[in-house]
């Protein structure tokens, strides 16, 4: 008999944005001009592929719906390396910034735009910068209408652009505002004299030691507790262009790109990972096959403009 294969502890997560589509740069980018930026995100993209075929590990890329009208071709070659492909919206903004009406119009676009590309139904969905916050928890409504099956857009800190301090760390079940059940995978808190420091990837990765972050997602692994680790393609990328953005906002994204691919290529030996749905099937919050598509008409289920401060 067959030996059973061990569900992996750990979701390595990437998320599929430009250079020049961060919110560190909203202030100074408008979305109306990122079709005169010159694209990086499919090079990058594809090292990442590389990496992750090396160490035989597959991940979750939730990907921007402007990227996988502009790039399809990618799209394709991320599920054809036998990853999960995800939905992270269609245009990088920030939800407690949007209407619900916007928020809606917008993930239905992307979810659309890649189950027809790939012929498969999105399970998952995260939020532009982890922007699903208390104030706009009304997004988990339109994600369980919209027929997603797990979430990964909650951040249990306490951050100027996110957060929910306080908010479970673990993957559970949860039940949005309005009723519907979905399951949460929160990114990944050390705690740390009474506080959930944030350990889960991103700038976090590249401002701390890596031997902060492989102690803290030690600590946590030998508890046989899941991690869930995120970065951005753009963030193996030092040759990309600077912007002229506020010195806070160039910290954050600029500080150390020069060593974030080898630190990446140590974390994959060190850990074991898989994607989002392995993790979420092997603690049976999920089931091992995903559901049919069905459509859903523009209409159900549309907040009126009253409720959508529209």
């Not at 939800?95 to 735009?113: D, P």
């Not at 030998?222 to 002229?244: M, T």
């Not at 806070?248 to 080898?262: D, I």
Request: aromatic share 10%; charged share 20%.
């Amino acid at each position: 008999m067959a030996a059973t294969r061990t569900p992996p502890t750990n979701a390595m997560t990437v998320d599929v944005e430009d250079w020049f589509q961060v919110a560190a740069f909203a202030d100074r980018i408008d979305p109306a001009s990122w079709d005169r930026f010159v694209p990086r995100v499919e090079r990058n993209t594809d090292r990442l592929i590389e990496m992750f075929a090396g160490a035989s590990v597959r991940a979750t890329f939730f990907t921007l719906g402007w990227i996988a009208e502009r790039h399809p071709a990618l799209i394709r070659r991320i599920a054809a390396a036998g990853h999960e492909v995800a939905c992270h919206g269609y245009s990088h903004q920030l939800v407690y910034n949007q209407s619900q009406i916007t928020f809606r119009e917008e993930t239905l676009r992307a979810k659309g735009l890649l189950e027809d590309l790939l012929g498969e139904p999105m399970r998952g969905y995260r939020a532009a910068s982890y922007s699903i916050i208390r104030e706009s928890l009304w997004a988990l409504d339109i994600l369980v209408e919209a027929g997603f099956e797990y979430d990964s857009s909650i951040f249990p800190v306490r951050h100027d652009r996110y957060g929910i301090p306080g908010g479970e760390r673990w993957p559970h079940r949860l039940t949005a505002p309005g009723g519907g059940e979905l399951v949460e995978f929160p990114l990944t808190t050390v705690r740390w004299l009474g506080m959930s420091l944030p350990i889960a990837g991103g700038g976090y990765f590249r401002l701390y030691p890596y031997a902060l972050t492989r102690a803290g997602l030690a600590t946590i692994t030998r508890e046989s507790l899941p991690v869930i680790f995120y970065l951005h393609p753009w963030e193996i990328d030092p040759g990309q262009p600077r912007i002229n953005a506020s010195l806070r906002s160039r910290f954050r994204h600029y500080t150390n790109l020069g060593r974030c691919e080898a630190r990446l290529a140590r974390l994959l030996t060190h850990f074991s990972w898989g994607a989002c749905e392995d993790v979420l099937t092997g603690l049976g919050l999920l089931p091992a096959t995903a559901p049919a598509r069905r459509p859903i008409a523009s209409g159900h289920g549309l907040p009126n403009a009253a409720s959508a401060g529209a």
